[in-house]
């Protein structure tokens, strides 16, 4: 397993149609976007839990981590310092934000070695005023801008994953012909396909396109399975083979879509990563998806899980 998502917060400034917690509160501070999420229902992951995530992920192999489930990492109080105890590991981190905290993080990332990559999720914007959207990107530019000169060994996506959304053609327009500005570039993604939807900008810059994916409903996914089937739904997943997730109280689940902890598998407070991936729970869902069989009623009702073909 090379990668493990570690959700530091699940704390947010903005409120996403497509986020699953977009019904939450948090009041963000001067200088960052207003958003309207509540701190008292967000929480940050304490030093503690996170030293015990990063010596799970470097006992069981692991490559890569990444910084979030839900939430917005830059928003943790401890970003910066848990980005200095990642640099005293070989673990590189891959970032996912909405960057519109980027004008006073961009110093912290761009000096740390154990930054591999930044995905800036400007889909986001979308759904904001545009002048907020305006001001946003340009601050993701700049920070691109820098970057080329400074990290050239940085790979950066400006994801754009609301393809086919009717609302977002606008907002996409006009983030491409500012990229292209930007770069003095001719970047013309065209007709979107699933097997092509990383366009190359500059050095390791790119535009990465993609269809907006629906978060596995978590009621749903607290229903039974049907005790009536002969067998399990026909499906696969790469879950509990290249990823598992921990969320910000250290519970460990399968999935880096299960942001509510359906199918948790145990707590990295109280075991080592390795001995909870290697219980019976995690050992019967991985077995399932070998033979494609979707044995957890929580990825029967994931639409995520049709992306991987099976025989």
């Excluded at 981190?93 to 905290?101: I, M, Q, S, V």
């Excluded at 907006?212 to 005790?227: M, T, V």
């Excluded at 250290?250 to 880096?256: E, I, L, Q, Y």
Aim: glycine share 6%; aromatic share 8%; hydrophobic share 35%.
């Amino acid at each position: 397993m090379d990668n493990v998502y570690i959700e530091i917060t699940d704390a947010c400034n903005l409120r996403c149609s497509f986020c699953p917690s977009s019904d939450c509160k948090y009041e963000a501070g001067s200088g960052e976007s207003q958003g309207t999420r509540d701190t008292n229902k967000r929480t940050f992951m304490p030093t503690t839990l996170f030293e015990r995530c990063i010596a799970g992920a470097q006992e069981i192999g692991a490559k890569n981590v990444f910084f979030h489930v839900l939430g917005e990492p830059t928003l943790h109080p401890g970003f910066a310092h848990y980005l200095k105890k990642l640099e005293q590991t070989p673990l590189k981190l891959t970032l996912t934000t909405n960057g519109t905290t980027i004008a006073r993080t961009a110093h912290h990332i761009l000096n740390s070695p154990a930054v591999r990559q930044v995905n800036f999720s400007t889909h986001a914007y979308a759904e904001l005023p545009p002048s907020d959207a305006r001001e946003h990107l340009e601050n993701v530019l700049d920070f691109c801008r820098i970057a080329l000169a400074a990290r050239p060994d940085m790979y950066i996506n400006l994801r754009l994953w609301n393809i086919g959304d009717m609302t977002a053609g606008d907002w996409n327009s006009y983030a491409i012909s500012r990229i292209n500005e930007t770069f003095g570039t001719q970047v013309s993604p065209g007709n979107f396909c699933s097997r092509h939807k990383s366009f190359p900008v500059t050095g390791r810059l790119y535009i990465h396109e993609d269809s907006r994916f629906e978060w596995p409903d978590a009621n749903k996914a607290r229903e039974p399975a049907d005790k009536s089937a002969s067998k399990y739904p026909a499906g696969t997943c790469h879950a509990l083979e290249t990823h598992a997730a921990i969320l910000h109280d250290g519970r460990v689940v399968a999935c880096c879509l299960d942001h509510s902890g359906q199918i948790t598998l145990g707590n990295i407070a109280d075991q080592s990563l390795a001995e909870i991936l290697s219980s019976p729970a995690a050992r019967n869902i991985r077995e399932g998806f070998e033979k494609h069989e979707l044995r957890h009623p929580f990825c029967q009702k994931c639409s995520f899980c049709k992306r991987f073909k099976h025989p």
